[in-house]
């Protein structure tokens, strides 16, 4: 703030300080109060978050865990950065559920899925890679955003 706010500062007429305050100083703290709002509501998801985008009418098995899984997904930051999709490879990952072979918050996810079945996942960062991240792509203390299509159970 310029020298021109400090006697109204010290007089603490909040309409004053916003009448003296240039409209670039007001647009600036309005920026910073809308990202630190962004990335306190982003730190402070903590559990699973897992929403069902589609299910198949018929539904005879469902995944559990052991059973050896390929699941195709693309995985983004919150902010809407992809940083890997399996779609684009042609190739979905398979692992057996539930045996820590994937992140933690798959192998909740994924659990009771049906072959077909799609799912959103957002994975708060200590169900996925923590406060280290995966460098360079994923960094440290990341809410992680996941499509998922479950293609095959074994």
């Known amino acids: 703030l310029g020298s021109s706010c400090l006697p109204v500062l010290v007089a603490f007429d909040p309409i004053q300080v916003i009448a003296t305050m240039k409209c670039s100083t007001i647009l600036l703290l309005a920026a910073c109060a809308a990202i630190f709002s962004l990335a ?19 539904c005879d098995i469902v995944a559990k865990p052991g ?21 684009k ?16 918050g798959w192998d909740q996810g ?18 996925g890679y923590g406060d280290s991240g995966a460098p360079p792509t ?3 203390g990341a809410t992680l955003v996941f499509e998922t299509e479950l293609v095959k159970i074994k």
């Not at 059973?67 to 779609?87: A, C, I, P, R």
């Not at 490879?89 to 933690?104: A, C, D, H, M, N």
């Open 40 to 58: 306190t509501a982003e730190s402070k998801l903590k559990n699973l978050q897992i929403g069902v985008k589609f299910k198949p009418e018929k």
């Open 67 to 87: 059973d050896e899984v390929s699941v195709h997904y693309v995985g983004k930051l919150t902010d809407g950065t992809e940083f890997d999709n399996s779609v």
């Open 89 to 104: 490879r042609g190739e979905p990952i398979t692992f057996v559920l539930g045996q820590g072979r994937v992140i933690k």
């Open 110 to 127: 994924i659990v009771g899925m049906c072959v077909g079945e799609k799912r959103k996942l957002k994975i708060p960062p200590h169900l």
């Open 138 to 140: 994923i960094p440290g």
